[in-house]
Protein backbone atom coordinates (compact mmCIF):
# COMPACT_ATOMS: atom_id res chain seq x y z
CA UNK A 1 0.00 0.00 0.00
CA UNK A 2 1.09 3.48 -0.83
CA UNK A 3 -0.01 5.49 2.12
CA UNK A 4 0.71 8.36 0.42
CA UNK A 5 -1.68 7.75 -2.60
CA UNK A 6 -4.10 5.11 -0.36
CA UNK A 7 -3.19 2.77 -3.54
CA UNK A 8 -1.57 -0.74 -3.91
CA UNK A 9 1.75 -0.70 -5.11
CA UNK A 10 2.28 -3.49 -8.15
CA UNK A 11 5.59 -4.95 -9.13
CA UNK A 12 7.45 -3.05 -12.01
CA UNK A 13 10.74 -4.96 -12.54
CA UNK A 14 12.63 -8.04 -11.52
CA UNK A 15 15.65 -9.44 -11.40
CA UNK A 16 16.57 -13.26 -10.26
CA UNK A 17 19.36 -14.50 -8.69
CA UNK A 18 19.00 -18.30 -9.32
CA UNK A 19 22.59 -19.01 -8.25
CA UNK A 20 21.72 -17.83 -4.87
CA UNK A 21 18.14 -19.17 -4.32
CA UNK A 22 19.50 -22.85 -5.29
CA UNK A 23 22.04 -22.36 -2.78
CA UNK A 24 19.81 -21.21 -0.13
CA UNK A 25 17.88 -24.19 -0.79
CA UNK A 26 20.23 -26.29 -0.61
CA UNK A 27 21.84 -25.14 3.36
CA UNK A 28 18.04 -24.80 4.79
CA UNK A 29 16.23 -22.16 6.55
CA UNK A 30 17.54 -18.58 7.24
CA UNK A 31 19.94 -19.41 4.72
CA UNK A 32 19.67 -16.83 1.69
CA UNK A 33 19.89 -13.14 1.21
CA UNK A 34 18.33 -11.28 4.04
CA UNK A 35 18.61 -7.40 3.66
CA UNK A 36 19.17 -4.85 0.82
CA UNK A 37 19.79 -1.49 0.44
CA UNK A 38 20.76 1.03 -2.74
CA UNK A 39 23.70 3.09 -3.08
CA UNK A 40 24.36 5.80 -5.59
CA UNK A 41 26.63 5.64 -8.47
CA UNK A 42 27.45 9.29 -7.26
CA UNK A 43 29.05 8.15 -4.40
CA UNK A 44 30.78 5.19 -5.20
CA UNK A 45 32.36 6.91 -8.39
CA UNK A 46 33.29 9.85 -6.07
CA UNK A 47 35.00 7.46 -3.27
CA UNK A 48 36.73 5.33 -6.21
CA UNK A 49 34.92 1.99 -5.10
CA UNK A 50 36.67 -1.25 -6.78
CA UNK A 51 35.19 -3.24 -9.09
CA UNK A 52 36.33 -6.41 -7.72
CA UNK A 53 34.64 -8.26 -10.85
CA UNK A 54 36.83 -6.18 -13.18
CA UNK A 55 40.10 -5.90 -10.88
CA UNK A 56 39.79 -1.87 -11.35
CA UNK A 57 37.62 1.20 -10.09
CA UNK A 58 34.03 0.96 -10.86
CA UNK A 59 32.78 2.55 -14.08
CA UNK A 60 28.47 2.69 -14.17
CA UNK A 61 29.22 2.27 -18.17
CA UNK A 62 30.02 -1.06 -17.88
CA UNK A 63 26.71 -2.15 -16.71
CA UNK A 64 24.21 -1.11 -19.30
CA UNK A 65 20.65 -0.60 -17.83
CA UNK A 66 21.73 -0.88 -14.43
CA UNK A 67 20.25 2.73 -13.71
CA UNK A 68 22.00 5.25 -11.21
CA UNK A 69 23.28 3.23 -8.21
CA UNK A 70 24.30 -0.68 -7.21
CA UNK A 71 22.06 -3.21 -4.94
CA UNK A 72 23.87 -4.39 -1.79
CA UNK A 73 22.19 -7.35 -0.53
CA UNK A 74 23.14 -9.19 2.98
CA UNK A 75 23.48 -12.85 3.22
CA UNK A 76 21.88 -14.16 6.41
CA UNK A 77 24.45 -17.01 6.86
CA UNK A 78 27.69 -15.95 6.89
CA UNK A 79 27.26 -12.20 6.73
CA UNK A 80 28.70 -11.28 3.70
CA UNK A 81 27.42 -8.05 1.33
CA UNK A 82 27.25 -8.46 -2.18
CA UNK A 83 26.84 -5.63 -4.30
CA UNK A 84 24.77 -6.29 -7.48
CA UNK A 85 24.33 -4.26 -10.44
CA UNK A 86 20.57 -5.16 -11.84
CA UNK A 87 19.48 -4.97 -15.52
CA UNK A 88 16.18 -3.74 -15.44
CA UNK A 89 15.77 -3.84 -19.12
CA UNK A 90 16.02 -7.89 -19.05
CA UNK A 91 16.08 -9.21 -15.35
CA UNK A 92 19.55 -10.33 -15.21
CA UNK A 93 22.41 -9.41 -13.01
CA UNK A 94 26.22 -8.60 -12.61
CA UNK A 95 28.56 -9.39 -9.17
CA UNK A 96 30.34 -6.39 -8.53
CA UNK A 97 31.88 -6.93 -4.91
CA UNK A 98 32.32 -8.70 -2.24
CA UNK A 99 31.97 -6.69 1.20
CA UNK A 100 32.75 -8.43 5.13
CA UNK A 101 29.86 -6.90 7.31
CA UNK A 102 32.27 -7.59 10.71
CA UNK A 103 28.97 -10.43 11.60
CA UNK A 104 28.62 -13.88 11.13
CA UNK A 105 25.35 -13.06 10.26
CA UNK A 106 23.37 -9.66 8.76
CA UNK A 107 19.90 -9.45 9.07
CA UNK A 108 20.01 -5.73 7.52
CA UNK A 109 21.31 -3.20 5.52
CA UNK A 110 20.69 0.90 5.64
CA UNK A 111 22.57 3.41 3.51
CA UNK A 112 22.38 6.64 5.09
CA UNK A 113 22.94 9.63 2.96
CA UNK A 114 24.16 12.28 5.04
CA UNK A 115 27.08 10.32 6.41
CA UNK A 116 27.53 8.10 3.30
CA UNK A 117 27.58 5.16 5.55
CA UNK A 118 26.11 1.88 4.81
CA UNK A 119 24.74 0.53 8.12
CA UNK A 120 24.56 -3.63 8.82
CA UNK A 121 22.56 -4.95 11.72
CA UNK A 122 22.73 -8.42 13.16
CA UNK A 123 20.29 -9.69 15.35
CA UNK A 124 19.88 -11.26 19.02
CA UNK A 125 22.68 -13.41 17.43
CA UNK A 126 25.01 -10.55 17.76
CA UNK A 127 23.51 -9.25 21.10
CA UNK A 128 21.93 -6.33 18.63
CA UNK A 129 24.84 -5.35 17.61
CA UNK A 130 25.17 -2.48 14.39
CA UNK A 131 27.72 -1.85 12.21
CA UNK A 132 29.01 1.35 10.18
CA UNK A 133 30.93 0.61 6.79
CA UNK A 134 32.30 3.55 4.51
CA UNK A 135 35.01 2.92 1.34
CA UNK A 136 38.45 3.18 2.70
CA UNK A 137 40.43 6.59 1.00
CA UNK A 138 43.90 4.89 2.20
CA UNK A 139 45.47 1.53 3.54
CA UNK A 140 45.14 -1.98 2.18
CA UNK A 141 40.94 -1.74 1.79
CA UNK A 142 41.53 1.42 -0.01
CA UNK A 143 38.56 1.66 -2.75
CA UNK A 144 36.68 -1.07 -0.15
CA UNK A 145 33.75 -0.84 2.06
CA UNK A 146 35.16 -1.67 5.87
CA UNK A 147 34.13 -1.41 8.85
CA UNK A 148 34.14 2.13 10.63
CA UNK A 149 32.33 1.88 13.61
CA UNK A 150 30.63 -0.53 15.80
CA UNK A 151 27.97 -0.21 18.35
CA UNK A 152 26.00 -1.74 21.35
CA UNK A 153 22.19 -1.87 20.88
CA UNK A 154 20.45 1.05 23.25
CA UNK A 155 20.65 0.78 26.84
CA UNK A 156 17.42 -0.72 28.04
CA UNK A 157 16.85 -2.43 25.12
CA UNK A 158 16.19 -6.57 25.62
CA UNK A 159 18.36 -8.82 23.15
CA UNK A 160 15.72 -8.93 20.66
CA UNK A 161 15.54 -10.48 16.89
CA UNK A 162 15.65 -7.30 15.37
CA UNK A 163 15.64 -7.30 11.39
CA UNK A 164 14.65 -4.37 10.60
CA UNK A 165 16.33 -0.47 10.96
CA UNK A 166 15.79 2.57 9.36
CA UNK A 167 16.99 6.04 9.64
CA UNK A 168 15.17 9.75 9.50
CA UNK A 169 16.44 12.20 7.46
CA UNK A 170 18.64 14.89 8.18
CA UNK A 171 15.19 17.22 8.13
CA UNK A 172 13.94 15.13 10.78
CA UNK A 173 16.83 16.39 13.26
CA UNK A 174 15.08 17.78 16.78
CA UNK A 175 17.85 19.22 19.26
CA UNK A 176 21.17 17.37 17.40
CA UNK A 177 19.43 14.11 17.18
CA UNK A 178 17.27 12.06 15.07
CA UNK A 179 14.95 9.06 15.02
CA UNK A 180 16.00 5.79 14.20
CA UNK A 181 13.48 2.76 14.14
CA UNK A 182 14.14 -0.72 14.67
CA UNK A 183 11.82 -4.11 13.74
CA UNK A 184 11.60 -6.85 16.24
CA UNK A 185 10.61 -10.45 13.96
CA UNK A 186 8.91 -11.78 16.68
CA UNK A 187 6.70 -8.75 17.67
CA UNK A 188 8.23 -8.95 21.55
CA UNK A 189 5.24 -7.65 23.80
CA UNK A 190 2.97 -7.21 20.83
CA UNK A 191 5.60 -4.53 19.91
CA UNK A 192 6.85 -4.95 16.75
CA UNK A 193 8.58 -1.19 16.27
CA UNK A 194 11.05 0.31 18.45
CA UNK A 195 12.57 3.59 18.61
CA UNK A 196 15.59 5.73 19.48
CA UNK A 197 17.94 8.70 18.29
CA UNK A 198 21.43 8.86 16.74
CA UNK A 199 23.32 12.16 16.49
CA UNK A 200 22.19 14.57 13.21
CA UNK A 201 25.23 14.64 10.99
CA UNK A 202 26.77 18.58 10.33
CA UNK A 203 24.99 20.93 7.92
CA UNK A 204 26.84 21.50 4.33
CA UNK A 205 28.76 24.76 4.38
CA UNK A 206 26.11 27.54 3.23
CA UNK A 207 26.62 29.22 -0.11
CA UNK A 208 26.54 32.90 -1.41
CA UNK A 209 23.73 33.07 -4.24
CA UNK A 210 24.64 34.49 -7.47
CA UNK A 211 22.45 37.69 -6.50
CA UNK A 212 24.78 38.22 -3.39
CA UNK A 213 27.75 37.99 -5.21
CA UNK A 214 26.36 40.44 -7.70
CA UNK A 215 25.47 42.89 -4.83
CA UNK A 216 29.37 42.22 -3.11
CA UNK A 217 30.82 43.33 -7.00
CA UNK A 218 29.06 46.08 -7.51
CA UNK A 219 30.15 47.49 -3.81
CA UNK A 220 33.83 46.74 -4.71
CA UNK A 221 32.95 48.21 -8.03
CA UNK A 222 34.55 45.09 -9.63
CA UNK A 223 31.13 43.96 -11.29
CA UNK A 224 31.36 43.67 -15.50
CA UNK A 225 28.34 43.79 -17.69
CA UNK A 226 28.22 40.73 -19.72
CA UNK A 227 27.81 41.54 -22.93
CA UNK A 228 24.88 40.30 -25.28
CA UNK A 229 23.00 40.53 -28.08
CA UNK A 230 22.18 44.10 -29.92
CA UNK A 231 19.36 45.88 -27.97
CA UNK A 232 19.22 43.47 -25.24
CA UNK A 233 17.77 44.85 -21.85
CA UNK A 234 19.74 44.43 -18.70
CA UNK A 235 18.30 41.93 -16.60
CA UNK A 236 17.10 44.70 -13.89
CA UNK A 237 16.08 46.94 -16.33
CA UNK A 238 12.03 46.08 -15.46
CA UNK A 239 12.28 47.05 -11.59
CA UNK A 240 13.32 50.58 -12.95
CA UNK A 241 11.60 53.95 -13.98
CA UNK A 242 12.03 54.94 -17.72
CA UNK A 243 14.11 58.30 -15.93
CA UNK A 244 16.46 55.76 -14.90
CA UNK A 245 17.19 54.08 -17.66
CA UNK A 246 18.90 57.03 -18.92
CA UNK A 247 21.53 57.17 -16.41
CA UNK A 248 24.82 55.54 -16.15
CA UNK A 249 24.77 52.33 -14.67
CA UNK A 250 26.57 52.67 -11.69
CA UNK A 251 24.05 55.68 -10.87
CA UNK A 252 21.07 52.65 -11.80
CA UNK A 253 22.65 50.35 -9.03
CA UNK A 254 22.38 53.46 -6.62
CA UNK A 255 18.97 54.10 -7.18
CA UNK A 256 17.82 50.41 -7.43
CA UNK A 257 19.44 49.95 -3.97
CA UNK A 258 18.12 52.72 -2.67
CA UNK A 259 14.13 52.18 -3.54
CA UNK A 260 15.13 48.67 -1.76
CA UNK A 261 17.00 49.72 0.72
CA UNK A 262 19.58 47.22 -0.18
CA UNK A 263 22.31 49.58 0.60
CA UNK A 264 24.14 47.27 2.48
CA UNK A 265 23.74 43.04 1.66
CA UNK A 266 24.87 41.29 4.35
CA UNK A 267 24.17 37.08 4.64
CA UNK A 268 24.01 35.48 7.58
CA UNK A 269 25.09 31.91 7.24
CA UNK A 270 23.04 28.95 8.36
CA UNK A 271 25.76 27.71 10.21
CA UNK A 272 25.30 30.78 12.70
CA UNK A 273 21.96 30.49 13.03
CA UNK A 274 21.93 27.22 14.18
CA UNK A 275 24.56 24.97 15.99
CA UNK A 276 25.74 21.78 13.50
CA UNK A 277 25.14 18.27 14.89
CA UNK A 278 28.44 16.64 15.22
CA UNK A 279 28.04 12.84 13.95
CA UNK A 280 29.77 10.60 16.71
CA UNK A 281 29.53 7.41 18.13
CA UNK A 282 26.31 6.88 20.24
CA UNK A 283 26.63 3.62 22.29
CA UNK A 284 23.51 3.37 23.54
Known sequence: MDPGHGQRLGQRQDAGLPGRRRRARRRGRDAGLEAITWV???LLVAKGFIDES????YNPADYAGHGTGLFFAGVEQDGRIIA???????GTFSRVATIASGFPKVMELTYEPETTHLWAVCDDGCDGRTATLDI?????????FAVTNVYERPAGMPNLNNEGFAIAPRAECVNGLKPVFWADDLN????ALRSGAIKCTPLPAPQLTVALKLAKARRTGKARPRPGPRGARRPHDHRLDPQERSVPHDRQDDAHRRRRGQADVHAEPEAQRSRPCAATRRSR
Do not use: M, V, W
Open 84 to 90: YALNRST
Open 54 to 57: KGAR
Open 188 to 191: TGDH
Open 40 to 42: PDE
Open 136 to 144: AQSGPNSGR
